[in-house]
């Protein structure tokens, strides 16, 4: 059974940081591209940070320079560190997981951050 649990969520003020944390089970964790999405209420889901196999990692323009995502295939473990964090930040975060073979899927719960006064 595939899991991918977040954790590290939570209430902070802006100017404050989080650290994500998204725990992966019964896939083979090396192999996935890992990326971390957000959704804030009546918006869509976008992308925030990726991270491929081999380590290369991409990220949306407004969270550039403030979020830094890391995996851990020892721990079959994916990290977002949030630093700066800003009001227009607030959104359920979260974690996925992509392979290209059999276009194969998955998706963590999510993980509310807030970043609020």
């Known amino acids: 059974q595939v899991q991918l649990v977040e954790s590290g969520g939570g209430l902070v003020q802006p100017g404050g940081s989080l650290r994500l944390s998204c725990a992966a089970s019964?896939?083979?964790?090396?192999?996935?591209?890992m990326g971390w999405f957000r959704q804030a209420p009546g918006k869509q889901r976008e992308s925030v940070a990726s991270i491929t196999r081999g380590g290369s990692t991409n990220y949306r323009a407004s969270v550039q320079g403030r979020f830094t995502i890391s995996r851990d295939n020892a721990e079959n473990t994916v990290y977002l560190q949030m630093n700066s964090l800003k009001p227009e930040d607030t959104a359920v975060y979260y974690c996925?997981?992509?392979?290209?073979?059999?276009?194969?899927?998955?998706w963590g719960q999510g993980t509310q951050v807030t970043a609020s006064s």
């Open positions: 019964g896939i083979s964790f090396s192999t996935y591209t």
């Open positions: 996925k997981a992509a392979r290209r073979i059999f276009n194969t899927i998955y």
